[in-house]
């Protein structure tokens, strides 16, 4: 052999994997394995599935309560706020027959009658929300200043001015909490019901004798 005499090159042995891809090139590729054992049994999947769909919906039916309940418990606090005036202005209410004139009476009447029938309807609402409001609670509005100066104009004969007084401020205040619950109002069955007892206070507030 002559020593300068280049050996040919050696052909690729089928089979020896490196050219595999060149010799046989439709030969199919070996399935690639997953990391996770028994992840293509069915079975696996099955309990794979059977496992993850009711956690899915629980981390759902979680969010849709927590979103609802949110909402509902923001307000509670506005209504159980409304609960309380309405219960001052049943309490003055009922210190109107010490008035000297029919008109501040009927005036007294009418709100207080008026008023525990609004109360009623706010309660039950309450109550079907799950949020009971007892009659100790109801009471922390009572204003005892209200009293020392109802009591101080019964001694000078002004009890009627000072009590229409007291009826307006009052009503006035309930309208504007009223009005400021419907802003924070989460249901279509609240913000109705608001919206009746807000023109209920209004058309009391017509009522009042303008000679006060």
């Given at each position: 052999?002559?020593?300068?005499?280049?050996?040919?090159?050696?052909?690729?042995?089928?089979?020896?994997?490196?050219?595999?891809?060149?010799?046989?090139?439709?030969?199919?590729?070996?399935?690639?394995?997953?990391?996770?054992?028994?992840?293509?049994?069915?079975?696996?999947?099955?309990?794979?599935?059977?496992?993850?769909?009711?956690?899915?919906?629980?981390?759902?039916?979680?969010?849709?309560?927590?979103?609802?309940?949110?909402?509902?418990?923001?307000?509670?606090?506005?209504?159980?706020?409304?609960s309380?005036?309405?219960?001052?202005?049943?309490?003055i209410?009922?210190?109107?027959?010490?008035?000297?004139?029919?008109?501040?009476?009927?005036?007294?009447?009418?709100?207080?009658?008026?008023?525990?029938?609004?109360?009623?309807?706010?309660?039950?609402?309450?109550?079907?929300?799950?949020?009971?409001?007892?009659?100790?609670?109801?009471?922390?509005?009572?204003?005892?200043?209200?009293?020392?100066?109802?009591?101080?104009?019964?001694?000078t004969?002004?009890?009627?001015?000072?009590?229409?007084?007291?009826?307006?401020?009052?009503?006035?205040?309930?309208?504007?909490?009223?009005?400021?619950?419907?802003d924070?109002?989460?249901?279509?069955?609240?913000?109705?019901?608001?919206?009746?007892?807000?023109?209920?206070?209004?058309?009391?507030?017509?009522?009042?004798?303008?000679?006060?």
């Amino acid at each position: 052999m002559n020593p300068e005499q280049v050996p040919p090159p050696t052909a690729p042995t089928p089979g020896n994997g490196e050219y595999d891809f060149i010799v046989n090139p439709n030969k199919p590729e070996a399935p690639k394995q997953s990391p996770i054992p028994g992840a293509r049994s069915p079975f696996a999947i099955k309990i794979l599935l059977i496992i993850g769909a009711p956690l899915v919906i629980m981390v759902f039916l979680f969010i849709l309560v927590s979103l609802i309940f949110s909402g509902s418990s923001t307000n509670t606090a506005n209504l159980i706020s409304l609960s309380q005036i309405q219960q001052e202005l049943i309490r003055i209410g009922g210190e109107g027959d010490k008035a000297a004139t029919q008109a501040t009476k009927n005036l007294a009447i009418t709100t207080e009658l008026s008023l525990t029938t609004q109360q009623k309807q706010l309660l039950r609402f309450l109550a079907q929300k799950g949020t009971t409001v007892g009659e100790k609670q109801l009471q922390e509005k009572a204003d005892p200043k209200t009293d020392k100066l109802l009591e101080s104009a019964k001694q000078t004969s002004t009890y009627d001015i000072a009590y229409l007084q007291v009826m307006e401020n009052l009503l006035t205040t309930y309208s504007t909490a009223i009005d400021n619950a419907y802003d924070d109002a989460t249901s279509k069955e609240e913000r109705a019901l608001l919206k009746t007892q807000y023109d209920q206070a209004q058309l009391l507030i017509t009522q009042i004798p303008e000679d006060n």
